[in-house]
Protein backbone atom coordinates (compact mmCIF):
# COMPACT_ATOMS: atom_id res chain seq x y z
CA UNK A 1 0.00 0.00 0.00
CA UNK A 2 1.46 3.48 -0.71
CA UNK A 3 2.04 6.36 1.86
CA UNK A 4 0.41 9.25 2.09
CA UNK A 5 2.94 12.06 1.44
CA UNK A 6 2.52 15.48 3.36
CA UNK A 7 5.14 17.87 2.08
CA UNK A 8 5.88 21.19 4.03
CA UNK A 9 8.40 23.78 3.49
CA UNK A 10 9.12 27.28 3.47
CA UNK A 11 11.61 30.12 5.31
CA UNK A 12 12.89 29.51 8.52
CA UNK A 13 10.18 30.70 11.73
CA UNK A 14 7.09 30.13 9.25
CA UNK A 15 6.05 28.22 11.92
CA UNK A 16 6.63 25.06 9.40
CA UNK A 17 7.81 22.58 12.52
CA UNK A 18 5.02 23.36 15.27
CA UNK A 19 2.10 23.14 12.75
CA UNK A 20 3.49 20.20 10.84
CA UNK A 21 4.05 18.20 14.26
CA UNK A 22 0.50 19.52 15.28
CA UNK A 23 -1.14 18.62 11.70
CA UNK A 24 1.38 14.88 11.99
CA UNK A 25 -0.59 14.66 15.79
CA UNK A 26 -4.13 14.95 14.18
CA UNK A 27 -4.05 12.58 11.56
CA UNK A 28 -2.20 10.27 13.09
CA UNK A 29 0.83 10.38 11.07
CA UNK A 30 4.77 10.36 11.89
CA UNK A 31 5.85 13.95 11.94
CA UNK A 32 9.63 14.42 9.85
CA UNK A 33 11.44 17.81 10.53
CA UNK A 34 14.66 17.57 8.17
CA UNK A 35 15.99 20.66 9.47
CA UNK A 36 16.97 18.51 12.46
CA UNK A 37 18.89 15.99 10.45
CA UNK A 38 20.88 19.09 8.91
CA UNK A 39 21.20 20.77 12.04
CA UNK A 40 22.99 17.36 13.35
CA UNK A 41 24.94 17.02 10.68
CA UNK A 42 26.35 21.00 11.66
CA UNK A 43 26.92 19.31 15.04
CA UNK A 44 28.98 16.56 14.19
CA UNK A 45 30.94 19.43 11.96
CA UNK A 46 31.30 21.32 14.62
CA UNK A 47 32.34 19.08 17.40
CA UNK A 48 35.25 17.56 14.85
CA UNK A 49 36.08 21.21 14.53
CA UNK A 50 35.73 21.33 11.07
CA UNK A 51 34.58 24.74 8.85
CA UNK A 52 30.97 23.89 7.69
CA UNK A 53 31.74 25.55 4.69
CA UNK A 54 34.61 23.43 3.85
CA UNK A 55 33.10 20.83 1.48
CA UNK A 56 35.98 18.25 1.25
CA UNK A 57 36.57 18.45 4.75
CA UNK A 58 32.42 18.01 5.80
CA UNK A 59 32.23 15.38 3.10
CA UNK A 60 35.26 13.11 4.56
CA UNK A 61 33.81 13.51 8.03
CA UNK A 62 30.16 11.78 6.56
CA UNK A 63 31.36 8.39 7.23
CA UNK A 64 31.83 8.76 10.51
CA UNK A 65 28.77 10.48 11.49
CA UNK A 66 25.80 8.22 12.51
CA UNK A 67 22.32 9.72 12.48
CA UNK A 68 19.22 8.56 14.18
CA UNK A 69 15.70 9.64 14.39
CA UNK A 70 13.75 8.36 17.32
CA UNK A 71 10.21 9.33 18.75
CA UNK A 72 9.82 9.88 22.08
CA UNK A 73 6.28 8.29 23.77
CA UNK A 74 4.51 11.64 22.80
CA UNK A 75 5.79 11.29 19.35
CA UNK A 76 8.27 13.96 19.68
CA UNK A 77 11.26 13.45 17.17
CA UNK A 78 14.41 12.63 19.09
CA UNK A 79 18.41 12.90 17.42
CA UNK A 80 20.71 10.93 17.81
CA UNK A 81 24.48 11.72 17.27
CA UNK A 82 26.71 8.54 17.67
CA UNK A 83 24.31 7.23 19.46
CA UNK A 84 24.24 10.62 21.84
CA UNK A 85 20.99 12.38 22.12
CA UNK A 86 21.56 15.91 20.55
CA UNK A 87 17.91 16.99 20.34
CA UNK A 88 18.77 20.28 22.84
CA UNK A 89 21.79 20.99 21.45
CA UNK A 90 21.37 21.21 18.09
CA UNK A 91 18.99 24.35 18.52
CA UNK A 92 21.67 26.65 19.74
CA UNK A 93 22.36 29.81 17.07
CA UNK A 94 25.84 28.88 16.05
CA UNK A 95 24.64 25.18 15.43
CA UNK A 96 21.61 27.02 12.94
CA UNK A 97 24.31 28.65 11.20
CA UNK A 98 26.65 25.77 11.25
CA UNK A 99 23.54 23.69 9.80
CA UNK A 100 22.90 26.21 7.03
CA UNK A 101 26.48 25.93 5.82
CA UNK A 102 26.48 22.45 5.21
CA UNK A 103 22.84 21.87 3.75
CA UNK A 104 24.52 24.07 0.98
CA UNK A 105 27.01 21.33 0.19
CA UNK A 106 26.11 18.67 -2.33
CA UNK A 107 27.26 15.69 -0.94
CA UNK A 108 25.62 16.48 2.45
CA UNK A 109 22.16 16.92 0.35
CA UNK A 110 23.10 13.78 -1.56
CA UNK A 111 24.12 12.22 1.94
CA UNK A 112 20.70 12.78 3.79
CA UNK A 113 18.35 12.20 0.25
CA UNK A 114 18.15 8.60 0.62
CA UNK A 115 17.67 8.17 4.53
CA UNK A 116 14.29 10.74 3.73
CA UNK A 117 12.60 8.73 1.25
CA UNK A 118 12.73 5.78 2.66
CA UNK A 119 11.04 7.25 6.15
CA UNK A 120 8.43 8.45 3.39
CA UNK A 121 8.31 4.74 1.58
CA UNK A 122 7.49 3.36 5.16
CA UNK A 123 4.99 5.58 6.53
CA UNK A 124 2.34 8.04 6.24
CA UNK A 125 3.58 11.39 7.00
CA UNK A 126 4.11 15.15 7.30
CA UNK A 127 7.61 16.24 6.41
CA UNK A 128 8.83 19.65 6.51
CA UNK A 129 12.28 21.36 5.29
CA UNK A 130 13.36 23.80 1.92
CA UNK A 131 12.92 21.16 -0.61
CA UNK A 132 10.70 18.14 0.10
CA UNK A 133 8.20 19.01 -2.41
CA UNK A 134 10.66 19.91 -4.65
CA UNK A 135 13.61 17.52 -4.63
CA UNK A 136 12.99 14.89 -1.53
CA UNK A 137 9.66 14.22 -2.43
CA UNK A 138 8.34 15.74 -6.16
CA UNK A 139 5.42 13.30 -5.98
CA UNK A 140 4.15 13.90 -2.48
CA UNK A 141 0.12 13.85 -2.57
CA UNK A 142 -0.22 16.92 -0.93
CA UNK A 143 2.97 20.34 -1.21
CA UNK A 144 2.63 23.52 0.84
CA UNK A 145 4.74 26.43 0.82
CA UNK A 146 4.64 27.96 4.35
CA UNK A 147 6.10 31.44 4.60
CA UNK A 148 5.22 34.98 6.72
CA UNK A 149 6.68 38.10 6.59
CA UNK A 150 10.29 38.26 8.17
CA UNK A 151 9.79 40.06 10.81
CA UNK A 152 6.92 38.21 12.15
CA UNK A 153 9.11 35.35 11.66
CA UNK A 154 12.00 36.85 13.95
CA UNK A 155 8.88 38.11 16.43
CA UNK A 156 8.14 34.14 16.91
CA UNK A 157 11.63 33.26 17.30
CA UNK A 158 12.50 35.61 19.29
CA UNK A 159 9.49 34.41 21.36
CA UNK A 160 10.78 30.60 21.53
CA UNK A 161 14.42 32.02 22.43
CA UNK A 162 12.60 33.80 24.94
CA UNK A 163 10.90 30.88 26.48
CA UNK A 164 13.85 28.75 26.48
CA UNK A 165 15.93 31.15 28.36
CA UNK A 166 17.93 32.52 25.77
CA UNK A 167 16.43 35.51 24.94
CA UNK A 168 18.12 37.52 22.02
CA UNK A 169 17.54 40.95 20.36
CA UNK A 170 14.80 41.37 17.72
CA UNK A 171 17.44 43.02 15.35
CA UNK A 172 19.89 40.14 15.66
CA UNK A 173 17.44 37.64 15.24
CA UNK A 174 15.70 39.47 12.19
CA UNK A 175 19.52 39.82 10.71
CA UNK A 176 20.09 35.95 11.13
CA UNK A 177 16.69 35.41 9.80
CA UNK A 178 17.07 37.74 6.54
CA UNK A 179 20.71 35.89 6.08
CA UNK A 180 19.60 32.34 6.13
CA UNK A 181 16.56 32.98 3.82
CA UNK A 182 19.05 34.33 1.20
CA UNK A 183 21.84 31.68 1.66
CA UNK A 184 19.53 29.16 2.01
CA UNK A 185 17.77 30.32 -1.50
CA UNK A 186 20.50 31.67 -3.37
CA UNK A 187 22.89 28.19 -2.85
CA UNK A 188 23.00 26.05 -6.18
CA UNK A 189 22.33 22.68 -4.21
CA UNK A 190 18.31 22.64 -3.76
CA UNK A 191 17.82 26.20 -2.56
CA UNK A 192 14.63 26.86 -1.11
CA UNK A 193 11.61 27.27 -3.87
CA UNK A 194 8.12 26.81 -3.93
CA UNK A 195 7.15 23.76 -6.23
CA UNK A 196 5.05 24.71 -8.99
CA UNK A 197 2.22 22.47 -7.68
CA UNK A 198 2.53 23.44 -3.91
CA UNK A 199 -0.23 25.66 -2.46
CA UNK A 200 1.14 28.93 -0.53
CA UNK A 201 0.17 29.64 2.61
CA UNK A 202 1.26 32.89 4.11
CA UNK A 203 0.67 33.08 7.98
CA UNK A 204 1.81 36.56 8.78
CA UNK A 205 -1.71 37.68 10.32
CA UNK A 206 -3.06 34.06 11.50
CA UNK A 207 -2.30 32.59 15.00
CA UNK A 208 -1.73 29.20 15.24
CA UNK A 209 -5.01 27.64 15.34
CA UNK A 210 -6.18 29.65 12.02
CA UNK A 211 -3.06 28.53 10.34
CA UNK A 212 -3.69 24.97 11.46
CA UNK A 213 -7.21 25.34 9.84
CA UNK A 214 -6.31 26.23 6.42
CA UNK A 215 -3.84 23.84 6.34
CA UNK A 216 -6.36 21.08 6.97
CA UNK A 217 -8.88 22.34 4.44
CA UNK A 218 -5.56 22.38 2.47
CA UNK A 219 -4.76 18.91 2.74
CA UNK A 220 -8.46 17.37 2.67
CA UNK A 221 -8.93 19.21 -0.54
CA UNK A 222 -6.32 17.00 -2.32
CA UNK A 223 -6.59 13.83 -0.51
CA UNK A 224 -9.54 12.34 1.43
CA UNK A 225 -8.53 11.44 5.12
O1 LIG B 1 14.30 24.33 9.55
P1 LIG B 1 15.59 24.55 10.30
O2 LIG B 1 15.86 25.99 10.64
O3 LIG B 1 15.71 23.65 11.50
O4 LIG B 1 16.76 24.08 9.28
C1 LIG B 1 18.13 24.18 9.59
C2 LIG B 1 18.91 24.47 8.31
O5 LIG B 1 18.87 23.34 7.45
C3 LIG B 1 18.40 25.66 7.50
O6 LIG B 1 19.41 26.63 7.34
C4 LIG B 1 18.04 25.12 6.15
C5 LIG B 1 18.55 23.71 6.13
N1 LIG B 1 17.58 22.76 5.59
C6 LIG B 1 17.70 22.41 4.27
O7 LIG B 1 18.57 22.92 3.57
N2 LIG B 1 16.86 21.49 3.73
C7 LIG B 1 15.90 20.94 4.47
N3 LIG B 1 15.09 20.03 3.92
C8 LIG B 1 15.74 21.32 5.83
C9 LIG B 1 16.59 22.25 6.36
Not at 72 to 82: C, E, F
Not at 143 to 151: G, H, M, V
Amino acid sequence: MSTIRIAIDGPSGAGKSTLAKGLAGILGFLYVDTGAIYRTVGLHVLNKGIDPAEEEEVARSLPELQIELRYDGAGQQRMLLNGEDVSEAIRLPEVSRAASAVSALPPVRAYLLETQRELARKHNLVMDGRDIGTVVLPDAEVKIFLTASPEARAKRRCLELEARGTPQAFEAVLRDIEERDWRDSHREAAPLRQAEDAVLLDTTALDFSQSQEALLKIIREKVSI
